[in-house]
């Protein structure tokens, strides 16, 4: 039988769902307000599960809780960036270490990541585009999280697996670069290669180094059109 509590729960848990992903894409942009009122008449659920839901979105870091003012998406410094990437940096290449090892005895895996690269070199071959930028990032989205399941160590999984959002905010508010496109594939099919190779330490500095391109594109970004709620000067 399902009670008042655990209604409460699901509600709060569609609140929550809604919301991360509209901040993700940048439909909540950096500092807007989110009002209890607001976002009850906005997702019809009542303030209860509306309170929970930021109170999760606070504690992953995608929305403040001003005293006295209240709730608003997190807003995004050029510190906070740094600080995103130089995290992954340290998280990331250990584990397209571990996941080219579990790959090495792995059949399946290895098809997984073979199926990708071939995605990935079909790719370069296709008329750039809106539509190419879309679907090369659905594919990288799901190479990462190949890499995260394919990961040993639990607590690593599960760091990475929290910043994600966090990332495809960042990407979305710097906007797809269509150049970026280009030599992001590129450094897909060298991290693709080293782990098909069985090359742990290749496909780490292959990791280090997209890591790397990344943050210098969205810093360039950025800087290029600061939208509001980004704090350059931070």
């Given amino acids: 039988m399902t009670g008042p509590a655990s209604g409460e729960a699901s509600k709060a848990d569609l609140v ?16 807007t307000p989110l009002s209890e009122l607001w976002l009850v008449e906005r997702t019809g659920a009542s303030r209860t599960p509306v309170r929970e839901a930021l ?8 929305v403040d809780l001003v005293p006295r003012q209240g709730a608003r998406v997190s807003r995004v410094s050029l510190q906070s960036v740094r600080d ?14 571990q996941a080219t090892e579990a790959a090495t ?18 790719t370069v071959r296709r008329v750039p585009s809106q539509a190419r930028s879309r679907a090369f990032y659905e594919l990288a989205d799901r190479f990462d999280w ?34 970026r496109v280009e030599v992001s ?9 080293a782990l098909l190779a069985g090359d742990a330490d ?11 391109q990344s943050l210098a594109t969205i810093f360039r970004n950025l800087a290029r059109g600061p939208a509001e709620g980004l704090d350059l000067l931070g």
């Fill in 16 to 31: 929550h769902r809604q919301l991360k992903e509209e901040i993700e894409l940048g439909e909540l942009a950096p500092g």
């Fill in 55 to 62: 109170r999760r979105l606070a504690a992953e870091g995608l």
């Fill in 84 to 97: 995103l990437f130089d995290f992954r940096s340290l998280l990331e290449p250990a584990a397209i270490r």
């Fill in 105 to 122: 005895g792995d059949p399946e895996l290895r098809r997984v990541f073979a199926t990708m690269r071939s995605e990935f070199a079909r």
């Fill in 146 to 179: 190949a890499i995260i399941g394919a990961t040993r160590n639990e607590h690593l999984r599960r760091t990475i697996s929290e910043l994600r959002p966090h990332t495809a905010r960042l990407r979305n508010l710097s906007h797809v670069d269509p150049q």
């Fill in 185 to 193: 594939v590129a450094e897909h099919l060298r991290m693709c290669d």
């Fill in 202 to 212: 290749e496909a780490a500095a292959a990791m280090a180094e997209h890591l790397a």
